[in-house]
Every structure is written in structure tokens, then in C-alpha cells.
């Protein structure tokens, strides 16, 4: 291990690659984070509601709201504000298909789509394992994680290759990224193969390994959502190991730190709720009622304030005004191989500290106002900051931010930590730098409070 990471930082970042090892859908990353928090103190949320209460709420178990209301929190104190950090839970993979069987010369395969905007020339070639859950025919739903290599996506000899396909790697989505699970003939006969294709939708050794994990029959199991994903574990690399090279940092990094700062956080939170949302179907357009489009934050919000307020009326966006949303996704830090491609004077570099997005066509939620927020509470923390945003001639990844921002009327702004091969099916970024990442979003629970009554436009609205 790397002798330069400090202790806190080499305990933290080890206990985030168990995470990363223990995921490989959005229902693992809710599932896990869920054990976390019941271990820190929070229960489910259901309907019952008091201060200095920690709670949580998941939604198709795929996304997670976690919340501690301040001991002091008062609707009516212009000091009680909703301090939250949103991320998401998904992550571009290849996801199987309802109808899933194909053979093909020999082989049998697995039909699937691509999930979100991957860099798909990195999934030929691996070892692929499968993460999802799979729903019974009395509609219970059972986690299913296989871990070893059972399927592998094949590349093209180079003797195959046509001249032209020598300078650049292209490849048809639809038919060359279906991956090889056996050979046909272990599934015996063309009429036995037919005859299950007419039963069951899952290739036969695939239902077979869910079954043996779940403990199901074959004809138990009714629909499923499964997701492919590497099966080489995520580990320190580097020559100093003080690198992380990993799937899934995209944005299981902003989920873990969010969440874990939460829970440090509600141990001195005394007058807001501070909150974590982390929604799933970010890479797909947010478009559901998982998604940070849907009204989930809006509502869960109103019917806390509902019971904290008690007989009293309050202004639910008079509320928001004076309170704050972090948007935490992952950072495209500068490529030592590609430097043109950042702007030359916002190159987000490896333990640089927490990044800053801003993006003036609103890609990202930042504006002046939320950055001196955040600005201020770095310089408090002594945390470093840097900043990023694009060329004029290059195009701007998206997040939650804008769209939060847009749902509650609340002041946001976007932050994360640079990593490499973002949407890679491995990605890698500084090993430290998920620590600090946790050790900002703390420090903004804590902080947000001390700033925001310094804004001149809360005193002009007299919130």
C-alpha cells in the first residue's frame, strides 16, 4: 500500500473499493448503502417522524434518500435550512435483454443492449460477470451477483480485419457486442435448445447459476433486470498503488462519499435537515420516476416539512430559497496524453482537490453565487479547490444539478474530483481523492449554514 496516503485516507479509500466489489447494479449500490446506514443509525423511514431522527427511503430499490433532522430545526428560524448532496446510482453497462437466447455457429449468446453512453470498445475482450435482480412469479424480488467471467465479447483476429478496419477500431453495436456464453452443444440438441427457448427466456447455465443463488426454480423466475459488468475486482494500481483503477467510478464515487459524509455529518447536525439523494438513470436522461425528473425530492421534501410545521403554514419555496443543493458527479481530470482536449486554463489535475464545474449554457448548475458558497467553505476546510469547464469547441457532459435545480428552485451548484476514461468499463482516478471528496461534502453540511446568511439576496427577498 501506498506509505504516503494518510491512515484516514487508506482506511477510507479500502472500505470504497469493498463497496465498488460488492455492486454491479444500481439495486447492489442501494442495497449495500443501505446496510451502511442502518450500521450508522438510520431506519426506514415510514411515516413517523422526529427531530434528531435518521432515516431512509429507497425507491424500486435502485434509489436512495437518506435525511437527519437537526434537534434544533425550526421552520420558523431563518438558521434551519435542507442542506443536500445528490449523485446517482447507475453507471453505462450492457443490460440483458427480455428475450435473451441466440445461437449462433456454435455458440450460444446473450442478446443485450447498451446502457447509457459507454465507451464500448472497452468491453471486448473481458471476462464478464452479471449483477441485477431477478422477480419471482409471486412478484418477490431476489439480488443476484455472479462475479465470475461466464460471458466474454471476442474481438476480430487482425487476419479478418479489412485494411481500412487496421487504422480504427469500428464495430456494429447491435451485432458485434453480443457476448459468448457456451457452446451450443451443452445446451444439447437444436430441438432441446428450441423447445427451452420456448420456456425460458435466460440462457440455460445462466438460469441455472441464478437459480442455485437464489435458491428459485427455473419456471419461478418471471422478469429480471441484469446487468453485465467486468469481473476483474477493483483495486490500488500504479507503481505506488495511489491510483484506484475500477468500474463504476462513474458515479458510485460521488454516491459513497455523499452518503458517508452524511452519516459523519448528522453526528454535529443541530438545526437543518442535511440530505442525500442519489438517483438512478442519470446516464439515460433522468426521464422516470427513479429519476432526478421525477417528483421524488419535491415530494418527500414537502411532507417533511408538512410534519415538522405542524399546525403552522410555512412557504415550502420560500424554504428553498434560503437552502442548498450539491450536485457530486465525477470530473474529467487532464489526460497526460491528450492535454489539448481540456482548456488550458481549467485543467482539473489528480490530487488537486474537489473540482468545480461551471458551464455558462447550463450543463452544470454552478453560477457565481454558489461558487463563492463552496469556495469559502474549501478555504474554511482547508481543502483545495480547482476548477473546470470546457473548451468553446468541445461538448459538455450533463448532471442532475441543472435538473434539481430546475424541480425545487433551489441554488446548486456541481462538484466532483477528476478520474480518467470516464464511462470506460474501467476507470481510474487518485486514490486519495475520494477521501477528500467525502471530507468536502461533510464540511458543506456543516458549513452551508455559516455562508448562506451572507447572501444579499435572501436579505432583498426577507426570507
Known sequence: MNSQMKPAHKDFTEKFLNYLNSTGSPYHTVNEMVEVLKKSGFVRYNGDLKKDGKYY??????????????????????????????????SPCLRIRPNSITHNEGFTQLSVSTYGGGLWHTWFDRGLGVAGKVVTTNCREKLIRIQEPICIIPNLAIHLQLGE???????DKEFHLQPIIS???????LEDQNNFKQVYTLPKELLNKICDQTELQPNEVLSYDLCLMDSVPSRFAGVNEEFIDSPRLDNLGGTYSCFHALILASENNKHDIIMVASFDHE?????????????????????????LAEAETFSFQHFMYRSMFLSVDMAHGVHPNYPERHQKDHKPVFKGGIVLKHNFNQSYSTDCTTASY????????????????????????????????CKLGIRTADIGVPMLAMHSIREFMAADDIYILMDFIKSYFKLWGEFKGQSLLLDDLHI
Open 57 to 90: 427511503l429507497t425507491f424500486n430499490y435502485s434509489t436512495l434518500l437518506a435525511f437527519h433532522i437537526g434537534p434544533d430545526f425550526d421552520l420558523n428560524n431563518q438558521r434551519s435550512t435542507a442542506v443536500i448532496a445528490g449523485a446517482h446510482t447507475d
Open 374 to 405: 463552496l469556495k469559502a467553505i474549501a478555504q474554511k476546510a482547508n481543502i483545495p479547490l480547482q476548477e473546470f469547464l470546457v473548451k468553446n469547441n468541445s461538448p459538455c457532459g450533463g448532471t442532475i444539478g441543472p435538473i434539481v435545480a
Open 165 to 171: 478496419e487496421h487504422k480504427s477500431f469500428t464495430f
Open 283 to 307: 446516464e439515460v436522461g433522468s426521464k422516470s420516476y427513479t429519476g432526478s425528473q421525477s417528483d421524488i425530492l419535491r415530494q418527500v421534501l414537502t411532507e417533511l416539512l408538512s410534519k
Open 183 to 189: 457452446c451450443a452443444t451443452h445446451d444439447s440438441s
